[in-house]
């Protein structure tokens, strides 16, 4: 097959884009937590994280927290604009440290949970959610 | 003042003293994320509730920093635990400094 | 890309999509009260058998949403309704509350509306809405699609949850009713597509990632996920007319009140559901 020079270039040209939008684009999923823990180690054991696989609308995304214990917990989108979503912090009179809520998925990413702990320790968990773009863009 | 913010809060109207309740909360807000652009394509200034806070009787349960990644008219639910019977306060910050608030009582059963 | 290539790979791709059947199954219940979202077609519909509530299409959490009046967000709209229920606006200085008790008056009526009056004309509930405002509040009429007119359509349906859609399609609806079939399953636009082309052809498909579902309207006005609000019919009719880049006719017009009395009586037999959650 072949390819006039406008078509060879304009192929390694989206090529080229193609491998360097996502790596800017999107923050990396364990760099998004050492923001948070300040560089600590975050245990997978403490935090549950519930999202849907596939979102039906990348508008309106329900959500749900809960880490036993924690003195805060804090939601990042990984693939949006900015990263935070939300930071909930528990008081004495919380009977349980957990929240569900609804947010805002600009595209396909991880959705993070980053709790911090009484004792200063941090647990973590991640989902990718799949957002798609429904219909005939109606 | 962000025109048409209604808040709304599910709490029950009685509990056992000790007890864990569910509380659901919900303000209408447009939540406006300064990213959308208008016709003439300048940018809409972001105009969002950013935090939200539930106490009762004085006592903090929950203190939330909220972001413009929080949809549309925010919806948070959580738990809470009742010692005796008292007042929920439960108030909205919207980045236009105008503050909502709602109270709801509960009694011990 | 040339637009006649367009519609052939949309059905392309849909058709190599299975048909997805999740949440048929599932039994729509709202504080206790159990809805119809499946039952046999309405005997006018030639080509289908079994008729669907729009909640079916949806994937399980929008589906939950719709579950409970706290969950649902549209209900902030329900409330924002309730108040102005009860404002004295325009120059005789009335609110609805004055003549109309509550809203609870208009139990039914949603669930046969479209209808004709006595004048022979098809009327609709927003233009019930605006003459009263208009005439016996000395009020300004509402937009067909605002948010007070959207709120209010949403408080009124509501009071007739649960009834069984019943719009008459005999005798002087008749002629409105043939007039709305004739849209229908009328190609326009840019795509050259008709209603019947997605809604009555191709609904339980994926149409890239959306569900398609038979375009019922009897959980209107529905919140919309993607726009976060209360959304009319004709607001809906005009958005997809739009979609298939067709000029749209106006909202309010004898069209758009003709094609409403024909897809809500290709729902008759399915329960209101107003105000829905739709994506």
Known sequence: MKFTRRETLAVSGAALVATVLPLKLLASTPDLISGITGGAEASGDGINLTAPEIAENGNTVPISVDAPGAVAITVLAAGNPTPGVAKFNFGSGSGAQSCSTRIRLAGTQDVIAVAEMADGSFSAAHQTVKVTIGGCGG | MA??????????????????????????????????????????????????????????????????????????????????????????????????????????? | MKITSLLPLAFSIAAVASVVTAGEDSTLSVEGEVFVTKIAAPAHLENVDEIFSGWTYRRDETQALQMDDFENPSFVFIDQALDQFETVEGSAGKACSSCHESAEAFSGLRASMPRVNSAGELETIPELINNCRTERMGAEKWKWSGGQMSAMLGLIGLQSRGMALNVAIDGPAASFWEKGKELYYQRVGQLDMACSSCHEDNY????????????????????????????????????????????????????????ELYVASRANGLSVETPSVRN
Request: a positive charge; charged letters at 25%.
């Open chain 2, 3 to 109: 025109k048409g913010v209604k808040p709304r809060v599910k709490v029950p109207k009685t509990a056992a003293a000790g007890e864990t309740i569910t509380i659901k909360t919900l303000i209408s807000h447009k939540m406006e994320t300064g990213r959308r652009k208008d016709g003439d394509g300048n940018v809409i200034p972001r105009s969002i509730i950013n935090r939200f806070t539930c106490a009762f009787n004085g006592n903090s349960i929950v203190d939330v920093n909220m972001e413009p990644a929080i949809s549309v008219n925010p919806y948070f639910q959580f738990e809470a635990t009742v010692p005796e019977a008292g007042e929920f306060t439960f108030t909205w910050y919207d980045d236009d400094g105008s503050v909502y608030e709602k109270k709801k009582s509960i009694k011990i059963a």
């Open chain 3, 204 to 259: 339980g498909n994926m149409i890239r990632a959306d569900h398609l579902s038979q375009g019922q309207i009897n959980g209107f006005p529905t919140y919309r996920l993607k726009n976060a609000k209360l959304n009319t019919i004709h607001g809906r009719f005009k958005g997809c007319m739009k979609n298939i880049r067709a000029t749209p006719f106006k909202e309010g017009s004898d069209e758009f009140k003709a094609l």
